[in-house]
Structures are given as C-alpha cells and as structure tokens.
C-alpha cells in the first residue's frame, strides 16, 4: 500500500486508522469502488464515482463529498502516489443512524495500492470459475461484504461465478460474458451490478459487428458455448475455459476474448480521465 486518504487529509497506510465505532467495521455497512490507472490517468472514473454515489443512495448512506470533489481528491492522491496504482474508495456507514434519514454521518476515504493484476498466465491460458447455485444478496450495491466471494472459492479457481436457478449472472468480482452461437451473452442490468467495462466491451462488441444479448446466459448453455470471458476494471478481459467441471470450448482462450481485449487496450485513451492533479 502506498498511500491513504481519511480524515481530511493524505497519509502513510501506517498512519491512517477508522475509530471502532464506525458501523463499516462493527456490521459491515459501506460502498466502494476500484479504479484502475493507466498512465498515471484514472481510468472511467465518472462511471465508477456515478456507481459509488448510486450505490450509497441505494443503502441510504448520505455522500459527504460532491463528484467534483471526489475526483479531484483522486487526481491528487495520483499525483502523490507517482505511478500506475489501483484506487479503493470507499463511503463508510459512519457512526450514527437515523430510522429516517439513515446513515448521516459516513466517512469517505481511499487507498492508493499497487496494481493487483492478473498473472500473464491467465490472459494466455484462460482461467476456472467455481459456480455458486445463488446470487449476490444486491447486485445494484457494489457493498463492502465479500465473505461469499473469498470464503467459497477453492483453491484452483479465479473466482465464484453466481448461477442462482440455473442462471448465470456475474463472477464475484467481475461481469461474465458468453460466446454462444456467434453471440455474445450477458446478463441485464437488472440482475447484475453495472459493471464499468461490461459497458465498454459491449460497446466494442458491437462496432465490430458482433451480436449482443442482454439476458441471463444459462448453465446449461456452457457445454454449447465456444468461449467465455469476465472483465473488470484492472483485469480488463480474463478468458474462462472452464466453470466447475465443465469444459468451456476447446478449453483455451478463444478468438472473441482474444479480439476485444485488444481492441480495448487499442481504445483505452478514450476512457482515461485527465490528468493527475498538480
């Protein structure tokens, strides 16, 4: 970890602390984001900060800080931390709620950290997905609570992919897309969080002619599919050649991964937010 914002002000990790009382730690009550940097720059931070403040309207925990003020506290906590680094924000639910205003008194802070990106071999060799027969409890919240993501994984595979009656929604950090009959399927936003790439990708998708699909791919569609893939905002694009014992393919990553995470990386200026504050 390299640097944290909280309390007003930049700080050393070592030196930056929440009181016990704040309701993140006692009962698990907060929102986040994670922004990924290129350059230096912020990478669809608008998306992400619209997602934070959406996400906290949602629980009912009030913003302590306007967009604009957000944004420029994350130019300047990037121009201080001095390199590419993913940015964790976060809006606690504070110390105090009210049954009818609700959590009226968040704290808002951030931690600068160095990228966790995936390792080249899961780009060249595709990666496991462990189904879930469940859902995430509020797909619209992007919540602090991911004891379901971490506790249930084994070892082995990337991530949980929730597939509640049969149906796929999204990974446990990230969107899942399936390559079905030429098509691309992904669950709507009505049952998944609105990932920030899961727009791009969908975007890229279609100005190369390729065929979207915004429903709940199903699991017993995976044996008919020729590829799979998640995205997110620091991964970019994982393929994914197998989910649970199924094979996905031919069990390596396939040609439409392939094609869209170079497109993105070819387009990814387009999505960068200025530059680092002075």
Not at 63 to 66: F, I, M, R
Not at 87 to 91: D, Q, R
Not at 148 to 166: I, K, M, W
Not at 201 to 209: K, S, T, V
């Given at each position: 970890?390299k640097?944290?914002?909280?309390?007003g002000?930049?700080?050393?990790?070592?030196?930056?602390a929440?009181p016990l009382?704040?309701l993140?730690?006692?009962?698990?009550?907060?929102?986040?984001?994670?922004?990924?940097?290129y350059?230096?720059?912020?990478?669809?931070?608008?998306?992400?900060?619209?997602?934070?403040?959406n996400?906290?309207?949602?629980?009912?925990?009030r913003?302590?800080?306007?967009m604009?003020?957000?944004?420029?506290?994350?130019?300047?906590?990037?121009a201080?931390?001095?390199?590419?680094?993913q940015?964790?924000?976060?809006?606690s639910?504070?110390d105090?709620?009210?049954?009818?205003?609700?959590?009226?008194?968040?704290?808002?802070?951030m931690i600068f950290?160095e990228?966790?990106?995936?390792?080249?071999?899961?780009?060249?060799?595709g990666v496991?997905?462990?189904?879930?027969?469940?859902?995430?409890?509020?797909?619209a919240?992007?919540?602090?609570?991911?004891r379901?993501?971490?506790?249930?994984?084994?070892?082995?595979?990337?991530?949980?992919?929730?597939?509640?009656?049969?149906?796929?929604?999204?990974?446990g950090?990230?969107?899942?897309?399936?390559?079905?009959?030429?098509?691309?399927?992904?669950?709507?936003?009505?049952?998944?969080?609105k990932?920030?790439?899961?727009?791009?990708?969908?975007?890229?998708?279609?100005?190369?002619?390729?065929?979207?699909?915004?429903r709940?791919p199903?699991?017993?569609?995976?044996?008919?599919?020729?590829?799979?893939?998640?995205?997110?905002?620091?991964?970019?694009?994982?393929p994914?050649?197998?989910?649970?014992?199924q094979?996905?393919?031919?069990?390596?990553?396939?040609?439409?991964?392939?094609?869209?995470?170079?497109?993105?990386?070819d387009?990814?200026?387009?999505?960068?937010?200025?530059?680092?504050?002075p």
């Open positions: 970890m640097l944290c914002y909280v309390n002000r930049f700080t050393p990790p070592e030196e930056a929440l009382s704040d993140l730690i006692q009962r698990g009550v907060g929102v986040f984001e994670v922004i990924g940097t350059g230096g720059r912020p990478l669809l931070l608008t998306p992400h900060l619209e997602r934070l403040l996400g906290a309207e949602r629980e009912r925990i913003p302590t800080l306007s604009e003020d957000m944004k420029r506290l994350v130019r300047e906590g990037l201080r931390a001095g390199a590419d680094v940015v964790k924000v976060y809006l639910g504070g105090i709620f009210d049954g009818v205003e609700g959590f009226t008194a968040p704290r808002f802070f950290e990228l966790s990106l995936p390792p080249r071999e899961a780009y060249e060799e496991v997905l462990e189904p879930l027969p469940f859902g995430r409890k509020d797909p919240v992007k919540g602090v609570d991911y379901t993501a971490y506790a249930l994984s084994q070892s082995g595979t990337f991530e949980v992919l929730y597939c509640p009656d049969g149906e796929i929604t999204e990974a950090h990230s969107t899942f897309f399936l390559v079905l009959e030429g098509r691309l399927v992904t669950a709507p936003l009505s049952r998944v969080l990932g920030t790439t899961r727009s791009v990708i969908l975007e890229l998708a279609r100005a190369e002619g390729i065929e979207t699909q915004e709940c199903r699991v017993d569609e995976l044996s008919r599919a020729s590829e799979a893939f998640i995205t997110g905002s620091v991964k970019k694009v994982v994914v050649v197998r989910v649970g014992e094979r996905i393919g031919t069990g390596r990553p396939g040609p439409v991964a392939t094609r869209l995470l170079k497109l993105y990386l387009c990814i200026q387009k999505w960068l937010e200025g530059g680092a504050a």
